[in-house]
């Protein structure tokens, strides 16, 4: 298990709805950025059109609603940019369209490291939606977006260079085996939560904080920290020069 001390210049957050970044490394992003002035882009790849047990609301007005939620949230992080995909709630595949839109991006943006949902897990269930992005995430940064031959449109219409991403940190883990000290950015994370208003009728701003700090915590007493953020960590070794980024 190791504590990451250093940031990197930038990342990709690949996430598969609104708020599902927030709850799996907001703290992370926002002491990244503070700290460090990690420039960090967010891909949201479903529109979150389905996320409410409310009929009156219509899918297309709920995704109008979530996508201004979105951006707020992320705008309290201090992320830099975010891009919807607008795939229907429940529908990601990984299939040739999905890689392709991630490839496309992670090209344009060109980041040390993504950060996605663990899509493999043993021991509990996750959403489908969860598991599609986060395969999909390392599928397209491992196995295409280094690639000239894969998605040439890319460089040949837009002028977007093949980019090696050299990590994954994989939120959700079962095993995670990398942590991150976010003591003091904990209400930062609570608050970019609330902005997700649809979501988060059920409790108060206070509850959430206090989750935070209790899940936090029993991160944080794996490695002897007071409050972290876990992940599990993917090198991809795609034959850098003599070495592999390390933080």
Same mark, same amino acid.
Request: overall charge negative; hydrophobic content about 35%.
């Given at each position: 298990?190791?504590?990451? /001390? ?34 960090? &882009?967010? &891909? ?34 201090? &992320?830099?940019?975010? &891009? ?49 992005? *986060? ?48 003591? *003091? ?21 206070? /509850? ?8 936090? *915590? ?30």
């Amino acid at each position: 298990m190791e504590i990451i /001390e250093k940031a990197p210049e930038r990342i990709m957050v690949v996430t598969p709805h609104p708020d599902d970044a927030e709850g799996g490394c907001g703290a992370t992003m926002a002491k990244w950025v503070k700290e460090y002035q990690t420039q960090i &882009v967010v &891909v949201l790849c479903t529109n979150g059109d389905k996320g409410t047990g409310d009929r009156s609301i219509s899918p297309d007005v709920l995704a109008s609603i979530r996508e201004v939620e979105q951006q707020n949230a992320s705008d309290l992080l201090g &992320v830099q940019n975010v &891009v919807f995909l607008r795939h229907p709630d429940g529908g990601l595949e990984n299939d040739q369209e999905f890689r392709r839109e991630l490839v496309k991006e992670i090209r344009r943006y060109r980041p040390q490291i993504i950060f996605c949902i663990d899509p493999y897990r043993s021991t509990t269930h996750t959403h489908r939606d969860h598991r599609m992005s *986060g395969q999909t995430a390392l599928d397209a940064a491992c196995s295409y977006a280094w690639s000239s031959s894969q998605f040439p449109e890319h460089l040949e219409i837009e002028g977007l260079e093949p980019h090696k991403v050299e990590q994954a940190f994989l939120w959700g883990s079962e095993y995670p085996d990398v942590f991150i000290d976010v003591e *003091g950015y904990l209400d930062v994370k609570a608050q970019s939560l609330s902005a997700h208003v649809s979501q988060m009728v059920s409790s108060t701003h206070e /509850e959430r904080l206090e989750r935070i700090r209790n899940r936090t *915590g029993d991160q944080g007493k794996l490695v002897g920290l007071k409050h972290a953020e876990s992940f599990r960590r993917i090198n991809f070794n795609l034959n850098f020069p003599n070495r592999i980024f390390t933080l």
